[in-house]
């Protein structure tokens, strides 16, 4: 039996029919140094509540499977050495295991929709790497999101990715990509790009509505929300360009495949960057949890109506 324990705050909000924004623990874990995830995490709960939904971090300690952190959880996790970094394929495994480990893009959904949360904020969804057509190297998180019904809130594709593919994926596999507030794409770290957006939307009512309405046209899959980085918090593309290219190279050189390769990527860049890829980084992801927050709202509105 799969043990799930829901936070406090969580259970209240969810038996009362309150907005809940899910939130990944492998951006904690593995894609921000300690102590700024933990901050940064704190923030980005604290963001959520602002709009009124409530914020649950998701993530398996001990083979249970916690829908929201407590305080000291998310600090001990902040800090462990050594956590699986969980996907599609090793989630089962871990809790039947008692192991722990933190949710990528692809585990958060699935253990959002088990919980019944139908929104979920973070930075950046994975997708398909540079030079795949050899690696073969593409993000489970791709396909989940085609293939579980809830609706992800991220600042675009990470740049250290081969964007047109992944948006090519994303179409052959029928995830609408909605770009909140913009014709283009945003990448990450900036906030435009040269990618027209698929579809546009420019406010949190007709996102809900549309994954409302997947749901009643009996579609499976989510939907991705592509939230531009607030202008004056961006890193110009041209910036970051030389500094990707770099840590590509390394990565090539050191031998570093498979799931270690964003955490090696996000790893350099802050280095190569002196820190201003993390401080990007987080002024997005509570950029996404605002959305995210405003997002569920509605959807709690017209769920009530
Ligand atoms: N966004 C961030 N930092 C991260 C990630 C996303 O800003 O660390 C994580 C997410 O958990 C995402 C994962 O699902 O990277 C993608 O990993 P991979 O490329 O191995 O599928
Ligand atoms: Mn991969």
């Known amino acids: 039996m799969i043990d799930i324990r829901y936070a406090a705050e969580v259970a209240t909000a ?32 604290d963001d959520i509540r602002a709009t009124g939904a409530v914020p649950a971090t998701i993530a398996v300690l001990d083979g249970v499977l916690h829908i929201g952190l407590e305080a000291a959880a998310l600090d001990a996790l902040g800090q462990a050495q050594n956590v699986a970094k969980l996907s599609r394929a090793d989630f089962a495994a871990c809790l039947a295991r008692g192991g722990t480990g933190a949710t990528t893009v692809a585990a958060t959904m699935i253990a959002a929709r088990m919980a019944g949360i139908h929104v979920f904020a973070t930075g950046g969804i994975g997708g398909v790497h540079r030079g ?11 396909r989940e999101l085609a293939q579980t019904a809830v609706t992800v809130v991220a600042a675009g594709a990470k740049a250290i990715l081969d964007l047109p593919k992944t948006y090519e994926v994303l179409e052959t596999l029928g995830v609408p990509v909605i770009v909140y507030g913009q014709d283009n794409v945003p990448a990450f770290w900036s906030a435009t790009s040269d990618m027209p957006a698929p579809l546009r939307m420019d406010s949190a009512a007709q996102i809900a509505r549309a994954h409302l309405m997947r749901g009643e046209m009996g579609l499976p899959g989510g939907q991705l929300i592509a939230n531009p980085i607030p202008v004056g918090a961006q890193i110009p593309a041209e910036t970051l360009a030389p500094f990707i290219d770099q840590a590509l190279a390394e990565a090539d050189a050191q031998g570093i495949a498979a799931k270690s390769v964003t955490p090696f990527l996000l790893a350099r860049l802050f280095e190569l960057t002196k820190g201003a890829s993390l401080t990007a980084n987080i002024a997005l992801v509570r950029n996404n949890a605002r959305l995210a927050g405003e997002i569920a709202c509605e959807m709690a509105k017209i769920a009530q109506a």
């Open 14 to 45: 969810k038996s009362a029919g309150k907005p809940i924004v899910a939130l990944e623990s492998t951006i904690i874990t593995h894609g921000m140094p300690y102590p700024q995830n933990v901050e940064t995490a704190r923030l980005v709960e």
């Open 132 to 142: 795949a057509e050899t690696s073969f190297d593409i993000s489970a998180d791709l």
